[in-house]
């Protein structure tokens, strides 16, 4: 159920999904361009410390990314921690970079609001369909035809640009939180850790301890 002023469309229609190229692995080394390979997919960001690298005069440019790319990943397990469905949109800073087979990019066209379109395939109703189309069973698989025929609700581009700014400020106070409770925890781990340290090594007198105990 949609919005009665909205539209509703398969997302082939307004997006072109484009898979990466087979890199050959003979060629991977510790220096050149980096390789965008599902395990670079973050929840959101691209991690490429540790990604395969290739040499600069054989990377096929039609394979290689720009700012504000959105990505998708098109293989493995299912779940919060899964490949399948990972994401990523292209930072500046990620600069140079190629495109690995079994990850997409959605070229999203002039109908879709870029951060429309990355806040889209995030959500719930998008996944499920994901999950109806994917083939494989030790590994999930879903094609860029498969993704191209997902249906998807299109509000006029002005509510697309209003939605994308809500979950902006929605999402970054959320990402503040959940920063200070992650800093919150390595505190109190290390907290911890120190605690029974001191504890074994005999640096903490435990003798009116156990005499409040007893």
């Known amino acids: 159920e949609v919005p009665e002023h909205w539209g509703y469309c398969a997302l082939g229609r307004v997006c072109r999904i484009q898979g990466g190229y087979a890199f050959d692995s003979s060629n991977f ?25 290739y040499p600069e005069e054989l ?18 397990s299912i779940g919060d921690t899964g490949s399948l469905g990972n994401y990523a949109m292209v930072k500046k800073t990620d600069l140079p970079c190629y495109l690995n ?26 996944f499920e369909q994901v999950q109806l189309s994917v083939t494989g069973t030790a590994q999930f ?15 006029p581009a002005t509510e697309q640009n209003d939605i994308s700014n809500y979950l902006d400020k929605k999402t970054s106070k959320m990402e503040t939180i959940i920063g200070r409770v992650e800093n919150s925890i390595t505190l109190l781990r290390e907290y911890r850790a120190s605690l029974i340290h001191h504890a074994v090594t005999g640096k903490i007198d435990l003798r009116g301890h156990d005499a409040q105990a007893q």
Do not use: H
């Not at 109908?111 to 998008?126: E, N, W």
């Open 141 to 155: 698989n879903i094609s860029p035809s498969q993704l191209s025929d997902i249906w998807i609700a299109l509000p």
């Open 29 to 53: 080394s510790d220096e050149g361009f980096p390789l965008v390979q599902m395990s670079n997919l973050k929840r959101g960001c691209l991690d490429l410390t540790d990604s395969k690298k």
């Open 59 to 76: 990377c096929p440019r039609e394979v290689e990314l720009d700012e504000g790319d959105i990505l998708l990943g098109m293989s493995g």
């Open 101 to 126: 087979q079994r990850v997409g990019k959605l070229d999203v066209s002039s109908k879709l609001y870029r951060g429309f379109v990355y806040y889209l395939i995030q959500s719930t109703p998008f």
